[in-house]
């Protein structure tokens, strides 16, 4: 017996309130910008510059005794947060301290960096520095402009893409998912101020990337629906291609969705912010294919001049197994 996770022949309306889940997606949009201008993003060292120092201790972690030990040592604006993960042993503590960048220096010296340990030794006698990661602030402004001409890049790549092989209305349709999905990720990341750094980028470049599959698998269907149903409205169209390949969509999604939630659960604190944002990624991905590229698209219209016959008889909504 197969799995399905819809049935096998749906003829569900995705166009009955085209323009609500528009309004719905414009209006978490506006909310994600307003918090990215408002609040900001929780950067981490790659694009702060500065240094960030990984502890560990057989001692609980207080944070308020941390910060006092190392207040001598006149580090200007420092972070200290204790690190939480179920597979830490019952007396593994861990605890994350973000120095900024000194004054006149590239990054942290290492005779501050033992001063540093020094002061927590009277706090937690047993600490050690797990691991020490510095960036300079030169680095670190070069890696923020890197990061947004990657981005801005991979989305144009992908209008001139999908504008080839299929019409502009395709690849403005789904521009607007990929904008909205990158839009909705940072929003998300400036309102839990999880840390974003250079590995949320490369799951910003893999969203874009999965989210595109996603809609050029339901446009193919759309065109070669087009072609096929030359006298078929373009929303019953659109609307059977999508049914047609819901199967897919969804298959796709929840397995690539079970193998992320295992990485978030099992795979440490280290990468779960980028697992996070690739669970994120890939609900609002299968989500923008569906109503917001396909809606796009529905809006702008597209040319319906093939010359291939019309095979309009029958069942205009009989569906293909996906």
Do not use: C
């Amino acid at each position: 017996m197969r799995l399905r996770l819809v049935p096998k022949e749906t003829n569900w309306d995705f166009f009955s309130r085209p323009f609500l889940w528009l309004g719905i997606s414009g209006a978490l949009m506006v909310a994600a910008m307003v918090s990215f201008f408002v609040v900001g993003l929780n950067l981490g060292i790659d694009f702060t510059g500065g240094t960030t120092i990984r502890t560990e201790s057989q001692q609980e972690v207080v944070v308020s005794d941390y910060r006092d030990a190392l207040a001598t040592l006149e580090l200007g604006d420092v972070t200290i947060v204790e690190v939480n993960d179920p597979l830490f042993d019952a007396n593994q503590h861990v605890a994350q301290i973000k120095i900024q960048a000194q004054e006149g220096e590239e990054a942290v010296t290492a005779d501050l960096i033992r001063k540093a340990e020094e002061a927590l030794k009277t706090v937690a006698p047993d600490i050690t520095f797990v691991s020490v990661e510095s960036v300079g602030p030169k680095v670190s402004g070069e890696l923020i402009q890197t990061a947004i001409i990657a981005v801005a890049l991979a989305i144009g790549a992908v209008l001139i893409y999908i504008w080839l092989r299929f019409e502009w209305q395709f690849a403005l349709g789904a521009v607007a998912a990929l904008v909205h999905d990158v839009v909705l990720t940072i929003g998300v990341f400036s309102e839990l101020q999880i840390k974003f750094d250079l590995a949320i980028i490369a799951a910003l470049l893999t969203i874009v990337g999965y989210s595109l599959n996603d809609t050029v698998v339901v446009f193919d269907r759309v065109r070669e629906n087009l072609r096929k149903y030359k006298k078929m409205d373009l929303k019953e169209v659109m609307n059977l291609s999508i049914n047609e390949t819901l199967s897919r969509t969804v298959m796709t999604s929840v397995t690539t969705l079970l193998a992320l939630i295992s990485l978030f659960v099992l795979g440490g604190d280290v990468i779960r912010g980028f697992v996070f944002a690739m669970i994120w990624g890939v609900i609002v991905g299968t989500y923008s294919s569906i109503f917001i590229a396909s809606a796009v698209l529905l809006k702008l219209g597209v040319k319906r001049d093939w010359s291939k016959p019309d095979n309009t008889s029958g069942n205009q909504f009989a569906n293909v197994d996906a």
